[in-house]
């Protein structure tokens, strides 16, 4: 079992910047491949970005350039800095974990970005 406990989300204007974080509990963190979901209202979850174990690292196209997602094994950390925030990245954040056919959420964070 692993357990995902995400935080920093809020309320933010168009341009500016969060960080999310994501604290792993469990199993060796360091052999899951990390990822951060969005879900908005009425749509589809969405892969925003994703972390191998090794580092490599992928976005959604809609973020290049704005967000970055790191991690940090030896915290069992993993984050998600998001700068020049849109309206339309307004959405619930989910971090999640996975290896092979193991696959674990955490229950989300709230990112509302408006003026």
């Known amino acids: 079992q692993v357990q995902l406990v995400e935080s920093g989300g809020g309320l933010v204007q168009p341009g500016g910047s969060l960080r999310l974080s994501c604290a792993a509990y469990?199993?060796?963190?360091?052999?899951?491949?990390m990822g951060w979901y969005r879900q908005a209202p009425g749509k589809q979850r969405e892969l925003v970005a994703d972390?191998?174990?090794?580092?490599?690292?992928d976005y959604a196209d809609s973020v290049k350039g704005r967000f970055t997602i790191s991690r940090d094994n030896a915290k069992n950390m993993v984050y998600l800095q998001m700068n020049s925030l849109k309206p339309e990245d307004t959405a619930v954040y989910y971090c999640?974990?996975?290896?092979?056919?193991?696959?674990?959420w955490g229950q989300g964070t709230q990112v509302t970005v408006s003026s």
């Open positions: 972390i191998t174990s090794g580092g490599s690292t």
């Open positions: 999640n974990a996975h290896r092979g056919r193991d696959a674990y």
């Open positions: 469990g199993r060796i963190f360091s052999v899951y491949a």
